[in-house]
């Protein structure tokens, strides 16, 4: 019986697991789908390899690096960034280009973006407004044409959540350093690395981001750890404020400690 029992095998469950395994401890994961990875899984469809969003793998921690290198070993490959947003039919460069912008959104678009952007700047400057949600944050970075337009759209699509429960930080930790003036100019001059949304080559497994959860599950069992699919949690019973056992869908059912 593992002393650690850890529900999911998304990347933060499996890099539990792969460091109290590689610690000597031992440790069981349960992951309710088929497939390890979570949100960073890798899907297989007739024949071809998916992902579920692009997965870019940046980290300045140099002990996170190392350890994907490790992981991935020959499977790691450079990957120059092509990143396009789908948007009215159209296609638009990420990060933005002048022309591409102009022509994708048409003069009397850009003319509405730009005045609402100056819009949201002289109410922030009149009476500024706490941010605390990401509809603030972006509408104050962005004006609200782009906001509704584009930003909702997106986020909503991508995390399932709507942006006014999604916080202001959130926002913050996601888009660092990038405002509308901030897209403007990486667009007209050449991007000088600052902006963390606008990396320019990322790091990748080479048969796709759930490569690297596979290769994780392989080491942990290989060291005695187990990954358990098609295994839900339904329930955590504490006793005394400690959790002594879970019940768990998909096995005959009991882990307790
Ligand atoms: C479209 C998209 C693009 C992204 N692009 C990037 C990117 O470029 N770079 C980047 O660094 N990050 C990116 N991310 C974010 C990244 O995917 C997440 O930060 C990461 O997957 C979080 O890992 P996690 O293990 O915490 O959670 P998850 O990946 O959500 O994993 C949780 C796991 O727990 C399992 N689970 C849930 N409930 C139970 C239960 N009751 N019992 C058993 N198992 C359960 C789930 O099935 C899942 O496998 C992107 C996310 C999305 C959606």
Not at 52 to 62: L, V
Not at 102 to 114: D, F, K, T, W
Not at 172 to 197: M, T, Y
């Amino acid at each position: 019986m593992s002393d650690t029992v850890i529900i999911g095998a998304g990347p933060s469950g499996l890099a539990a697991a792969y460091e109290l395994t590689k610690h000597g401890a031992s440790a069981m994961v349960l992951e309710t789908s088929n497939k390890v990875g979570g949100l960073a899984r890798t899907l297989e469809h007739e024949g071809c390899l998916f992902d579920i969003g692009p997965h870019r793998f940046y980290t300045k921690n140099r002990e996170v690096h190392q350890l994907y290198l490790d992981i991935l070993a020959e499977d790691v490959v450079l990957v120059k960034r092509l990143t396009r947003i789908l948007y009215n039919n159209r296609l638009f460069d990420y990060p933005l280009t002048p022309l591409n912008v102009v022509r994708g959104l048409g003069l009397a678009e850009c003319g509405l973006v730009i005045s609402a952007y100056g819009l949201s700047q002289i109410r922030q400057y009149v009476s500024p407004r706490e941010e605390r949600t990401f509809e603030d944050w972006v509408t104050n970075r962005f004006g609200a044409r782009l906001y509704e337009s584009f930003f909702k759209n997106y986020t909503e699509k991508v995390w399932g959540i709507p942006c006014s429960h999604l916080g202001a930080d959130w926002a913050a930790q996601r888009i660092k350093g990038l405002s509308l003036p901030e897209a403007a100019r990486n667009a007209l001059f050449r991007n000088n690395g600052r902006v963390k949304s606008l990396i320019n080559e990322f790091l990748f497994p080479r048969l796709g981001s759930g490569q690297l959860y596979e290769k994780m599950r392989s080491i942990i069992e290989e060291r005695g750890g187990i990954v358990q699919t098609n295994s839900r949690v339904k329930r955590i019973l504490r006793e005394g404020g400690r959790v002594r056992s879970l019940v768990i869908q998909g096995v005959d059912g009991v882990w307790s400690k």
